[in-house]
């Protein structure tokens, strides 16, 4: 079995019932123990066992027949380098000095210069690193229009709606369910905000991880015998400023952020 890169794609493979059988108090918590290589993932006996063909190299539908965001960032990287930086930045609202292109990033600085070397204050993560350069050498730099639309009514988003599902929505509500101080860490960690709430949902916060692809996150806490629920929403025109692929990898890389922001929090409760 090929080794993990973090202890969020371990927890993707949990049933995340926190049934506790596997001797820890959460799935979170066990994925973090597995992680660090004090428990094995056989060990939780809900454990996905198609989806851990994952590790060994089995295809599972859908996942591998995207490009790895790491092979994707190495392609944009060398596509940057026939692009006018100066023309980009216009057009896509980031600005232009010292022969480098930057942008906020959830916030923070993110810089290109014309050999495609990546500069930022936060870290080059390549699920947010390749969106951007995307962001720069594609997007059309269109304005938001303020009207909140479900990843599957973007163009070309429905067929690849289950994937973002499980890879973003369910391990973000997961997260959520878990951790309910999770909103305000990431709105002060991201430097987003907490808006009136949308679709009555009991939170919704906006994420800025392109400043023209801004990204809503409505969470519905339990009632009434109802479970909780979580959604991810995005402005209509993220389609056009950004390719699918990338508004999915994106997704993708808040889930992986808020679930080690969750891990941290669950360790230190644990200790
Ligand atoms: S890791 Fe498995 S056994 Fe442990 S709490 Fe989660 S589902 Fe239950």
């Known amino acids: 079995m090929s080794k993990p890169k973090n202890a969020f794609e371990i927890f993707l493979l949990l049933d995340k019932s926190n049934c506790a059988k596997c001797?820890?108090?959460?799935?979170?918590?066990f994925a973090g123990a597995a992680y660090l290589?004090?428990?094995?993932?056989?060990d939780c006996p809900?454990?996905?066992?198609?989806?851990?063909?994952?590790?060994?190299?089995?295809?599972e539908e859908g996942i591998n027949q995207e490009p790895s965001p790491e092979d994707r960032l190495e392609k944009l990287k060398s596509e940057i380098v026939h692009l006018e930086l100066a023309e980009a930045a216009e057009r896509v609202g980031a600005e232009y000095s010292g022969n480098k292109l930057t942008l906020k990033v959830l916030g923070k600085d993110f810089?290109?210069?014309?050999?495609?070397?990546?500069?930022?204050?936060i870290h080059i993560n390549?699920?947010?690193?390749?969106p951007f350069l995307s962001y720069i050498l594609y997007g059309r730099g269109l304005p938001v229009s303020g009207r909140w639309v479900p990843f599957r009514e973007l163009k070309e988003g429905r067929d690849r709606y289950?994937?973002?599902?499980k890879r973003c929505e369910e391990p973000?509500?997961?997260?959520?369910?878990?951790?309910?101080?999770?909103?305000?860490?990431?709105?002060?960690?991201?430097?987003?905000?907490q808006v009136e709430k949308q679709f009555e949902s009991d939170i919704s916060v906006v994420l800025y991880p392109l400043p023209k692809v801004p990204v809503m996150i409505c969470y519905w806490l339990p009632e009434d015998?109802?479970?909780?629920?979580?959604h991810i929403f995005f402005d209509e025109t993220a389609d056009r400023n950004l390719d699918i692929g990338s508004v999915f990898n994106l997704g993708a890389g808040l889930a992986q952020m808020f679930t080690k922001i969750a891990l941290r929090h669950g360790f230190d409760a644990g200790s």
Not at 46 to 59: H, S
Request: with cysteine; aromatic share 10%.
């Open 172 to 193: 973000m509500k997961k997260v959520a369910d878990i951790y309910t101080p999770l909103f305000d860490d990431v709105v002060h960690v991201f430097g987003g905000k």
């Open 37 to 42: 290589g004090r428990r094995k993932v056989t």
């Open 225 to 230: 015998g109802m479970e909780s629920s979580l």
């Open 23 to 29: 001797g820890e108090k959460t799935c979170l918590a």
């Open 46 to 59: 809900k454990v996905d066992w198609k989806a851990l063909d994952w590790f060994t190299g089995e295809p």
């Open 126 to 130: 390549p699920w947010v690193a390749a």
């Open 111 to 121: 810089s290109v210069d014309a050999k495609g070397n990546l500069t930022s204050e």
């Open 162 to 165: 289950p994937l973002f599902q």
